[in-house]
Every structure is written in structure tokens, then in C-alpha cells.
């Protein structure tokens, strides 16, 4: 079936409150014996609930001028290709803020764009690897003008624009290089790059976690990466051996590995839905997110082999996680 289909998924049951030490995973039994087969859902193997449609769900109305619009245009890991044997697809992860600002991008996300959408302002890519990362798109179907990457890898970089160029026969974006706590300036929001827990082939490459900031709302936006690294935490502000630290007032995190899975071999560089529990219930504690009442914190990334399908996830996900999927859009909310 052709990739660019998509599953037109709900908000769903997900039940959104404060956080107590009270919450507990459920383990695959349990889960079973709770939510039943499915029967009817897009998870129980037919194709019921995919469309060709390029509709979108937001889960909080009309973005004001001080709120900060971020749209999935793709929330899954490097294993999905395509829809599934369950009816199930997600395209590699991206999202778009403000309708203006990629955070990666790749050929699978490009239905995913607004309807007229022309060329991003600026395209920010947390590593190299190639779920995250491709030159060619960025050249022949986002026209973008400038690319930040991190830079470790910045020579490299740009010899791959350069051979996109080439090959496509359009003008390479100016590839710029920001080291780990380089705050970059797009309008009214400002990115701050941030150190990754993740590897690739080159040892000296650091991967990016970035900061978002517009006005008053400061989302953390983490994949790839094993936890939040401490050094990362500390320039976020959110470290809490930091007396006078910052809150931020949004998550987005990957969860490549799902429930009963944090024992996998990839938990090295990558995070599990306990992790993101676990990031959270600190955070939360610690006054270090200072979200908006009833706002969720939004799983990405995740793998196609490690997770239930996205009904299954909204029924047992505990509170305050939400798996996002393609083409929701959320809008964090500035204060008033």
C-alpha cells in the first residue's frame, strides 16, 4: 500500500491528570485482559480507518500569537516502512512548529506538510542517521535555505548537500554548524541546541536534543536519546541539583522501546515508555515542568516492533503520556 496513506486516529480515552507515584506499567497480560481484542479498531489487522486524506487533529483548537503550533509530521522509528500487518503506519519522526521550522525531515514526511506549504525557514536535524537525515528532500521537496547541524559533522554535512546539489541540479541551503548550547534566533522562537545520549558510525559526531522557546512556553524536544543527559538538563535549567533552574512547560520525548521493553539492547541510546514515566513523575516533582493543567507529555519514535498499535497505546499509556501519530497537531500554550 502506498506509504504516503496514513491512519486517521482520535484524541482517544486518554485519561490526563496529575502525576502520584501511584502509576504503575501494565504488563502484556493485563493489557490483554483489560482492553479485550480490539475488535472493530485499526489495530485488529483490517485496512478500516486509513485514508489518502490529508486531514489533520488538533487536540487544542486555534493557536494564539504568544502559543507555539507543533504538527507530527511523522512519530515513528527507523523500522517502519510503510503501513504494516496490523494497518498500522507511522512515517520516520519530524515535526513542524509554527508551520515555519523543521526539527528532521525525510522523504516519508513530505504528505505530512500543510496544503501550499512552500519552503521552511530553517531545518534543524538532531544526527545523522538516515531516518532523521536526507539531504535530497531537503534540497528538491522543502527548497530550504539554511540547515543547522551539529557541529561535529558539519564537513560532512555539507559534501552531502553538495552531492545532493548536484545530482538534483538545484541550489545547495547554507549548512551551519552549532556546537551543544548555541541558541539559534527564527523570528519569535528560539532553538537551543542541546547534547543527545545516541551514537553514530562516527565516534566524534554528538547528537542534538533542541530546546524550543516562544515567549513563555519552553518544550523539550528529545530523539534520539537514552534519557536526558545531565549536562543537557543543566542548560535547559531543569537539572534539579540547580537551586535557581527553569522550568519547561512541555515534553516531547521518544519512546522507541514500549511497555515490557526496558530491559532491550537499545536502551544504551535510546529512551522506553518506563523512561519517559519515570523523566516525567522527576520533572513534575521537582517543579520542573510547569505544564498547562490537563496538558499530556507526547510519546515519539517509536518502533513498530516494540508497541502496540496507536488504539492500544491511547487504552493503556498510563497518565500524563500521550502517543502522538501522524498529523496531530498540538499547540502548547503560552501564559497569559
Known amino acids: 500500500m ?3 496513506k496514513f491512519i486517521k486516529v482520535g484524541a482517544g480515552a486518554v485519561t490526563v491528570g496529575a502525576v502520584s507515584g501511584g ?38 483548537g486555534k493557536a494564539g500569537k504568544d502559543d507555539l503550533l507543533v504538527r507530527f509530521l511523522g512519530t515513528g522509528a527507523a523500522d517502519w516502512d510503510g503501513v504494516d500487518e496490523r494497518g498500522e ?25 500543510p496544503e501550499g506549504f512552500v519552503a521552511p525557514d530553517a531545518v534543524f536535524y538532531t544526527h545523522s542517521h538516515s531516518d532523521h537525515y536526507n539531504p535530497k528532500s531537503a534540497i528538491g521537496t522543502l527548497n530550504a535555505k539554511v540547515v543547522y547541524v551539529g557541529d561535529t559533522w558539519l564537513e560532512r554535512a555539507k ?17 551551519v554548524g552549532i556546537p551543544v548550547g548555541r541558541k539559534v534566533r527564527c523570528g519569535d522562537i528560539t532553538i537551543t541546541s542541546l547534547p543527545g545520549n545516541h551514537a553514530t558510525k562516527d565516534d566524534s559526531e554528538q547528537t542534538l536534543i533542541y530546546l524550543i522557546e516562544k515567549g513563555s512556553v519552553r ?3 528529545a530523539t534520539d536519546t537514552g534519557g536526558i543527559p545531565v549536562r543537557a538538563a543543566r542548560l535547559v535549567g531543569i537539572d534539579a541539583h540547580i537551586a535557581d533552574g527553569k522550568p519547561i512547560t512541555g515534553l516531547i520525548m521518544e519512546a522507541t522501546m514500549g511497555i515490557d521493553y526496558d530491559e532491550d539492547f537499545r536502551i544504551y541510546t535510546h529512551s522506553s515508555v518506563g523512561t519517559v514515566l519515570r523523566t516525567t513523575h522527576v520533572l513534575l516533582s521537582t517543579g520542573r515542568l510547569t505544564a498547562p493543567e490537563g496538558q499530556p507529555v507526547y510519546l515519539t519514535h517509536m518502533a513498530r516492533t516494540l ?7 491511547d487504552a493503556t499509556l498510563p497518565s500524563p503520556l500521550r502517543a502522538a501519530y501522524d498529523g496531530l497537531e498540538v499547540i502548547f500554550r503560552g501564559r497569559a
Open 89 to 113: 503506519l507511522r512515517r520516520l519522526s519530524s515535526v513542524l512548529l509554527d508551520n515555519r521550522i523543521l526539527i528532521d525531515f525525510t522523504p516519508t514526511d513530505t504528505d505530512m506538510l
Open 159 to 175: 559534501a552531502d548537500f553538495a552531492a545532493a546539489s548536484s545530482e538534483l541540479g538545484k541550489p545547495s541551503p547554507e549548512v
Open 307 to 313: 508497541h502496540g498499535t496507536q488504539a492500544q497505546l
Open 23 to 60: 502509576f504503575a506499567l501494565m504488563r502484556a497480560s493485563e493489557r490483554s485482559a483489560e482492553i479485550g481484542p480490539y475488535a472493530g479498531s485499526v489495530g485488529s489487522g483490517s485496512l478500516e480507518g486509513l485514508s489518502g486524506e490529508r486531514t489533520y487533529s488538533s487536540e487544542s
Open 2 to 4: 502506498d506509504r504516503r
Open 219 to 221: 518544550v523539550l524536544y
